[in-house]
């Protein structure tokens, strides 16, 4: 009995003690709990947070596409702020003043070379220094060496022998100054460009050659710059300088009306300086002939409209001219005459992937020799019919070019141009046998932009030469290096 009495008082000292352990493991693991589920109510309010703020993003993109997809609304008239009251800035616009060839292709837009895409007050010098080297397989007339001018290729054999030469040059090299002021009567814009490539008189020369002296205010401008007439867009990513035979080129002095300016398309209208040349043929030496004197009396009316897309750009263009000369002479036949030039030219640039960009033209005319890129004589002499007063007339040449070219961006700095472009003459009937009558070029290049201001690359290049009737052609190959370095400075100017 004795023994069953301790026995008892063990087990109830063994059952206090785990009772008394029990109750204070609940006790202490009370808060524990309480942090556990607390933390659990916290981790649900953040989610349900997220996922307020994400269905609150999801509003905004769906606001922000909405408005990028509706069309733009008309500008509000600008309204005088009140007296004491502060001006709200607005974003500076940019203008473009059309100049120069595209520097090379890439994702962004590019501005061309020469071009006024300057904020307000703004004046920028810039240009480039340029070195030319190559060997020309062939022969070409000894003052276009470094050029592919087919209509300066041989029109006999060996009349600029011996073939195969080096040539080296920095006639490339630029500078121009360009601005921006904005006036009451509109942007102030204005460019003037010169490089040390020689032409005409100073052809074959390294001196400064004038390019752009041209100004506008709001839709008027006024200066030498590019034809109304032409597309610089088309001008291919090259380093031959002259560029694609069958492109209309020509920077003329002008004055100039732009009614429509917009991004989505613009309208052009101008006056430019008339000009143009005459082939006497095989009368050459006719004493008839020898006081007959040119007469412009009336300026080039030139124009185009172009439309701008996503796509590309589409621009049609057109020119109507009077060309005219006189007999100075007391002879009793006259010769007096004009013929009314006119053309069409149609170009673009067609985006056909993000790397890579399609610039095509094709232009016809009559009598527009002086607007292209790479041809002789605007006028040319034909034989009247027998028994006719007079045996010969200066009729208006038939023309046509074609350019297309692909350029396509490789990489950040790797491009590449590679096309052709052809120019066609219809002769007359009088012209000498070894005039020029077709013109093919083309080119190939792979060009490298250490960074962005410099460039260096080859190039092959061709040129093809086709007489009017004696049947000579020449062909001729050269491969062509160049090193380009770019520089650019911009300075605030004062409002006027």
Same mark, same amino acid.
């Given at each position: ?39 659990? $109510?916290? !981790? ?9 703020? %994400? ?7 769906? #606001? ?15 309204? #005088? ?31 061309? %070379? ?37 209509? $300066?290729?041989?029109? +006999? ?111 052009? !209208?101008?006056? %430019?300086?008339? =000009?143009?040349?005459?082939?006497? =043929? ?29 796509? =590309? ?25 004009? *013929? ?18 399609? $610039? ?5 005319? #009559? ?16 034989? &009247? ?8 007339? =200066? ?6 070019? *074609?350019?297309?070219?692909?350029? @396509?961006?490789?990489? %950040? @700095? ?10 066609? !003459? ?22 490298? @932009?250490? !960074? ?12 093809? #030469? ?5 049947? +000579? &052609?020449? &062909? ?21």
């Amino acid at each position: 009995m004795r023994h069953a009495i301790r026995v008892t008082r063990k087990a109830a000292f063994l059952f206090a003690v785990l009772t008394t352990a029990a109750v204070w493991s609940s006790v202490t693991a009370q808060p524990a709990q309480a942090q556990s589920q607390d933390r659990q $109510k916290e !981790i649900q309010q953040l989610k349900d947070e997220l996922q307020q703020m %994400e269905q609150t993003m999801g509003e905004v993109k769906a #606001r922000i596409n909405a408005l990028e997809t509706a069309p733009s609304p008309s500008a509000a008239p600008a309204q #005088r702020p009140a007296k004491g009251q502060k001006t709200v800035e607005q974003p500076e616009p940019l203008i473009a003043v059309p100049s120069e060839a595209i520097i090379r292709p890439q994702a962004d837009p590019v501005p061309l %070379e020469g071009e006024i895409t300057e904020k307000p007050d703004t004046v920028s010098f810039y240009g480039f220094a340029m070195l030319d080297s190559g060997y020309d397989f062939g022969q070409i007339d000894p003052n276009w060496f470094d050029v592919v001018r087919p209509t $300066k290729l041989p029109s +006999f054999t060996n009349q600029f022998a011996p073939s195969g030469n080096v040539y080296a040059g920095v006639r490339q090299t630029r500078f121009g100054v360009k601005s921006s002021s904005p006036t009451k009567l509109g942007d102030l814009n204005t460019v003037f460009e010169f490089e040390l490539f020689g032409t005409g008189v100073d052809a074959g020369q390294t001196t400064f050659r004038l390019r752009h002296a041209y100004g506008e205010l709001g839709p008027v401008g006024g200066g030498q710059t590019w034809s109304a007439f032409m597309d610089i867009g088309v001008f291919p990513n090259t380093i031959e300088y002259w560029g694609p035979t069958g492109m209309v080129f020509f920077r003329n002095v002008q004055m100039r009306w732009m009614p429509v300016r917009k991004k989505s398309g613009s309208v052009t !209208i101008a006056l %430019e300086r008339p =000009g143009a040349s005459g082939d006497q =043929g095989v009368y050459a030496d006719r004493i008839e002939l020898s006081n007959i004197t040119p007469r412009f009396n009336f300026p080039d009316l030139t124009g185009n409209a172009r439309i701008d897309r996503n796509w =590309g750009y589409l621009q049609a263009a057109g020119i109507v001219r009077k060309i005219g000369w006189v007999d100075t002479s007391a002879n009793t036949t006259n010769l007096n005459g004009s *013929v009314v030039g006119w053309g069409i030219n149609l170009t673009s640039n067609l985006n056909l992937s993000k790397n890579n960009v399609a $610039k095509l033209e094709f232009v016809y005319g #009559r009598g527009i020799e002086n607007y292209m890129n790479d041809a002789p004589f605007d006028v040319g002499i034909a034989n &009247n019919p027998p028994n006719s007063k007079v045996p010969f007339k =200066g009729v208006a040449l038939p023309v046509y070019g *074609v350019v297309a070219f692909l350029d @396509h961006t490789w990489s %950040e @700095h790797f491009t590449s141009s590679a096309g052709y472009s052809l120019l066609d !003459i219809v002769n007359s009937n009088a012209e000498k046998v070894s005039d020029f009558h077709k013109g093919d070029y083309a080119i190939a290049n792979l060009l490298y @932009h250490p !960074i962005p201001k410099v460039m260096m690359g080859g190039e092959f290049q061709y040129g093809r #030469r086709e007489n009017f009737r004696d049947g +000579f &052609n020449y &062909n001729d190959y050269r491969v062509q290096f160049s090193f380009k370095y770019d520089w650019d400075k911009s300075f605030k100017s004062p409002s006027f």
